[in-house]
């Protein structure tokens, strides 16, 4: 994976909640969550929560910046057409 970069762009903490922006602390940390956050929706007016956030992932999901030099068999080397599938299965 020489000369390639790559840019995080989601994934989830090991507790399952989504990973969110921002939180660049060493260890665990509360993180106090209102309407305004992603994320969250709260039930009640004015109602918060607290979401422990972690560094550490536990599903990571990324964009290609930039290409290296040299493709990986089998990751970079071919493309995957996105085709739709059928719209209904019983027609």
Do not use: W
Not at 13 to 38: D, I, M, R
Not at 61 to 72: A, E, L, T, V
């Amino acid at each position: 994976m020489e000369g390639y970069m790559f840019q995080i762009s989601g994934g989830n903490v090991k507790q399952h909640f989504p990973k969110k922006q921002h939180v660049l602390t060493q260890g665990c940390v509360c993180v106090l969550l209102s309407k305004e956050h992603s994320c969250y929706r709260p039930r009640r007016t004015g109602e918060r929560k607290c979401q422990s956030q972690c560094f550490q992932f536990g599903h990571c999901s990324k964009k290609r910046k930039k290409k290296g030099k040299k493709d990986n068999p089998g990751l970079t080397d071919t493309t995957v057409s996105r085709c739709p599938g059928p719209k209904r299965a019983s027609r």
